[in-house]
């Protein structure tokens, strides 16, 4: 009984037991999400047909955000479940030329400067007697 035990055991070690172990499975996902993170060129989208180590379907999503383009590549990990702990994730982000922040502050900048220029004026037509609200000549203030 011995000897066959044995022998199971050096097949098993010679074939490499199983299969990858499940760290082997996570590296091999990393290292697939990185390379067609990679890939991204800093655009509105991104699509990929890769699938994870697991054998299942990579999600890519690209988020515009005030600054940039977020890009999120996921694997739903060894259960397959998606959003839980086990998944693997990764991210890039790549600055727009679209900033919406510059677009608001130009556009508050022009509307401040406007008010004041309409202030300045108002100031100077009321100093010179011409501005709305100023008695006109000859008349007096009723009682």
Known sequence: MRPILIALAAVGFLSG????SARELHERTLSTLNTEADR??????????????????ISATVEKTTFSYELELRSNGPDGLP??????????????????FTDEAAKAVEAVSGAAA??????????????????????????
């Open 40 to 57: 991204w060129d800093g655009g509105k989208t991104f699509d990929t047909t890769e699938v994870d180590a697991y054998g299942r379907q």
């Open 83 to 100: 959003k839980n702990s086990d998944d693997i994730v990764v991210h890039r982000s790549k600055r727009h030329g679209e900033t919406t």
């Open 118 to 143: 309409s202030g300045t004026i108002k100031g100077i037509r009321k100093g010179l007697g011409l501005g709305a609200g100023e008695k006109k000549a000859g008349e007096e203030k009723k009682k």
């Open 17 to 20: 037991g199983c299969g990858p």
